[in-house]
């Protein structure tokens, strides 16, 4: 079990990592980026989060919480497998 965690934790973080470049990325593209998403309404709504929390195996109180969107829960849960 707390194998699972600690897999869930580092794949938290590799997509974290792996999202970064991109987030530079946007951030560059600034106001273009933003006027296109506010049009289009249907990607606000794709782009909603879930959180799901995670218990940590070695304490009773730990726990870790992450909060993704479909596609993000999609390639996580696929690298679970």
């Known amino acids: 079990m707390k194998r699972d ?8 973080l590799s ?4 999202a970064a470049p991109a987030a530079a990325k946007a951030a ?4 273009q980026s933003a006027q ?4 289009t309404g249907a990607s606000a709504k794709a782009e909603k989060k879930t959180c799901k929390t995670f218990n940590d195996t070695t304490s009773r109180m730990k726990s ?3 909060c993704l969107t479909k596609a993000e ?3 996580f849960e696929d690298t679970q497998k």
């Open 15 to 18: 997509m974290i990592a792996a």
């Open 64 to 66: 870790t919480r992450l």
């Open 28 to 31: 560059q593209d600034g106001d």
């Open 36 to 39: 296109s998403s506010m049009t």
């Open 73 to 75: 829960w999609k390639k």
């Open 5 to 12: 965690v600690l897999i869930a934790a580092f794949a938290s």
